[in-house]
């Protein structure tokens, strides 16, 4: 696969090109953090970033989207009949995003397209995107994705692989979807001397990754056993079950649907939801299979660290990026759980 | 490319108050278009989700059995914001149906075994499918014996009383209709609570399955039953309700453990449930 050098100071006009042929979303500066989102000029974006602070799931799955639309006003044939919101499923470019990012999409797509259904929002988005992402030269304290399948310059799920090297980047197209892209930059092919450079950061980076996570030895746990562990009381001990962490999380995505009308036009829409909350479970009756927030703490980590795992038999549903661990105010993290999840006797009592 | 959130439009043609509480009403529903109903191939057990443009979705077992062609039935208790606007419309008004959705009970499994099914309360829609069934004459010779106990806590919260008094006469089905109490001088059948008749009636578990479904403190109560007639909870056969929303395992709320409700289920057997976590 074709690998192109495009220096930092032709960037604009690259990603101005893409423009012209895409939907271009890139990591931007917004109010003090860095978010994903879609931009309208080539400026706009920033790959000096770290992380943003949200993941860009909401390329694929928008944190608010219209499925349907319909009237009810009254005597009129079509009245109470949804049809489709009409939407643009136009090719689309995340440049820069991290490749934990990217293995993350690549997760929540077992949920999405499955033998029996396909969400088609999801399914096409995903279809005409293009995934540039950018290697992580500086991982953060947080980062743990050499643990769970990745790492800071991992290539899975992605299109083109950036190297940041200073001067300028090095663009290696991983698919032929990949190809289509460098073809956009008029740069030259990279030499020996940048060609070890990207190596050298490369190795770096995953030196700078400490912590190991027995994340294998999760498939071999008995899901009961950990299911009622005693060690849950201490991990939900603290969390005010804000839902921040499913909020900011890549392979989160657990979604609500409702009906919204105005005069007598109305839509159903599907908003992001989260299982830290009492309401996503509760039963018309009254009754809630998960009312205590110990259940809900334990339907987290239990989601992403064991149902997934022996679900799919595709890895846990993290990518170690770290974002719960950066975000939760009362410092509650997922390393330490999967720590306590693959000690060899589960902590039973106190 | 299939659209699996997008409910068919079905015309409401009819609505039949059930019990004499008035929460529960049975809907009859007729689709719009052709096409949608021949695409609504469903067993008994499973689901759907009924739609109002404008309120939301509920998802509700179908009562109809499949040998009953050209509408679909749901009855639906009043309770939350979709099901008492349900229980305000009228026939002739729009709404929408979604599915059929979830696993049916395992007909498969059922071949030349009798059955014995056991209902409480409002939970016996999908039991009325399943009767309906197996009583139609194409089906009838499909399956060994056909045992049902029934009960509700009055008489006037039985379910579909037509349909119940004229099993009651045929020769191919056992009829057990039950009560929890009444004052009526006249009321023909048994008093006692389902785990109770369950347990005089005695319903051999030799080459049979038992389906079981109502409300919790009764499935409680039952299952030692038949636990003590020699069921092995392979041959005992349940059905789940959750809160659900999309009902294609894509939403995220209804697992137990590994297993959405809405799609690896409702039915379950005894045994799975067995090996799942008790969170339901």
């Given amino acids: 696969m074709s690998e192109v050098i495009i220096p930092k100071d032709e960037l604009a006009s690259f990603v101005g090109r893409l ?88 997760l929540v797509d077992v949920n999405f397209i499955t033998k029996e259904y396909t969400d088609p929002w999801w399914a096409r988005r995903r279809e005409k995107a293009i995934l540039v992402g950018l290697g992580c030269n500086e991982p953060r304290s947080t980062c743990f994705c050499t643990s769970t399948g990745g790492g800071p310059f991992s290539e899975k799920g992605l299109d083109v692989l950036l190297y940041d090297l200073g001067e300028s980047f090095l663009a290696r197209a991983v698919t032929e979807k990949g190809e289509q892209i460098v073809s956009f ?28 996570l027995p994340v294998d030895k999760l498939k071999e746990k008995d899901l009961l056993e950990l299911f009622n562990g005693k060690f849950w009381e201490k991990i939900e001990f603290a ?10 999380c890549p392979t989160c995505w ?45 339907q987290r980590f239990m989601h992403k660290l064991k149902y997934y795992v022996d679900k799919y038999g595709n890895g846990v549903a993290c990518v170690g990026c770290g974002r719960c661990v950066v975000s939760c105010p009362v410092n509650i993290d997922i390393r330490r759980v999967m720590e306590v999840m693959t000690a060899e006797v589960c902590e039973r009592e106190e | 490319m299939e659209n699996p959130y997008l409910p068919s439009p079905v015309r409401i043609e009819e609505i039949i108050t059930e019990t004499t509480d008035g929460a529960l009403k049975t809907f009859k529903l007729v689709f719009l278009k052709p096409e949608d109903e021949k695409r609504f191939r469903y067993l008994p057990g499973q689901f759907a989700e009924i739609s109002v443009a404008g309120k939301g979705e509920v998802p ?22 979709v099901t008492t606007h349900l229980h305000n419309m009228h026939p002739g008004e729009i709404i929408g149906v979604r599915g059929p959705l979830g696993k049916s009970y395992p007909w498969d499994w059922f071949e030349g075994k009798n059955l014995v099914i056991i209902g409480g309360g ?26 049902v106990i029934y009960g509700a806590r009055h008489p006037g919260l ?38 109770t008749i369950t347990k005089e009636k005695a319903p051999s578990s030799e080459n049979a399955y038992a389906i079981v479904c109502g409300p919790p403190i009764m499935i409680k109560f039952t299952l030692p039953i038949l636990t003590e007639l020699g069921f092995p909870p392979e041959r005992v056969i349940m059905s789940l309700e959750m809160r659900m929303k999309c009902g294609i395992g894509m939403c995220g709320r209804c697992n137990i453990g590994t297993e959405y409700v809405c799609k690896d289920g409702p039915v379950f057997t005894l045994a799975q449930l067995n090996q799942m976590p008790n969170e339901y």
Wanted: proline share 5%; charged share 30%.
């Fill in chain 1, 19 to 106: 423009l012209e042929s895409y939907e271009v979303f890139a990591p931007v500066a917004r109010g003090g953090m860095y978010l994903f989102e879609r931009i309208s000029a080539a400026d706009e974006a920033d790959l000096s970033y770290k992380n943003t602070r949200l993941s860009p799931k909401g390329a694929f799955l928008p944190q608010s989207e219209r499925m349907f639309e319909f009237t009810v006003a009254p005597g009129k044939e079509e009245s109470g009949i949804l049809k489709e919101a009409p939407k643009e499923f136009r090719e689309r470019v995340l440049l820069g995003l991290r490749p934990c990012d990217a293995q993350a999409f690549k």
């Fill in chain 1, 185 to 212: 930059c008029s740069g030259k092919a990279p030499g020996e001397s940048l060609k070890s450079k990207a190596r050298e950061l490369e190795a770096a980076a995953r030196a700078k990754i400490r912590k190991s």
């Fill in chain 1, 239 to 248: 969390c005010i079950n804000c839902g921040t962490c499913t909020f900011v």
């Fill in chain 1, 254 to 298: 657990c979604f609500d649907i409702q009906d919204e009308v105005y005069k007598n036009d109305g839509d159903r829409l599907r908003n992001w939801d989260s299982c830290m909350f009492p309401i996503f479970t509760l039963h018309g009756s009254g009754h809630n299979p998960r009312a205590q927030k110990v259940q809900r703490v334990r």
């Fill in chain 2, 60 to 81: 509700i077992g179908i009562a109809t059995s499949p040998t009953e062609e050209g509408f679909l039935k749901f009855t639906i208790n009043k309770v939350g914001l």
């Fill in chain 2, 122 to 147: 409002f939970a016996f829609t999908t039991l009325r499918s399943s009767i309906v069934y197996v009583l139609h004459p194409d089906n009838r010779d499909r399956f060994g014996d056909l045992t």
């Fill in chain 2, 158 to 195: 039985l379910l579909y009383k037509e349909e119940l008094a004229a099993w009651e006469q045929r020769s191919d089905i056992n009829m057990h209709i039950t009560v929890d109490a009444t004052d009526d001088p006249d009321w023909k059948y048994n008093v006692g609570f389902v785990p």
